[in-house]
């Protein structure tokens, strides 16, 4: 007990005992922004307390091959089928799950007030097109004499 009180560091994490003027958010998170007198013990307290290490995150070159730009957009695609123009949708519009799509529900943008104004003086419209999705499947030849005829 006297020894905590006289060294009060053995009860803190080793980036906790730097002056404030060193003190870092970051440092709790990497390592290497602590001094290197400290590095050690720090790394020491970390293994004391059983987190696990972080796996390493596969460099964007990886993740940007083809193969694998595909595998990840089928990845994000295997609870709901997404809409051709679900991308674009996705970053203008909050999107539901709904008949097994996702599809758009609602803009993010705030105009209500350009909304107000347009209903006001002129006309307003509103595309709800998206609440009725249908998609056509089958070959092209099938589908270029159905809509042919």
Not at 11 to 25: A, E, S
Not at 41 to 57: I, N, V
Request: hydrophobic share 30%.
């Amino acid at each position: 007990m006297t020894e905590s009180i006289v060294n009060p560091s053995k009860t803190k994490l080793i980036f906790q005992c730097l002056p404030v003027h060193m003190r870092r958010r970051v440092m709790s998170h990497n390592c290497k922004r602590l001094p290197r007198r400290l590095r050690k013990g720090h790394l020491e307290q970390l293994k004391k307390s059983g987190l696990p290490p972080k796996q390493k995150r596969p460099s964007r070159k990886y993740r940007r091959r083809a193969t694998n730009m595909l595998d990840e957009y089928n990845r994000r695609q295997r609870r709901h089928v997404w809409l051709e123009t679900h991308i674009w949708h996705a970053k203008r519009f909050h999107m539901i799950e709904r008949w097994g799509h996702r599809i758009a529900y609602r803009p993010c943008d705030k105009a209500f007030r350009a909304c107000y104004r347009a209903s006001s003086a002129h006309c307003l419209i509103q595309d709800i097109s998206y609440y009725t999705p249908f998609q056509i499947k089958g070959s092209i030849e099938t589908i270029k004499d159905m809509f042919s005829s």
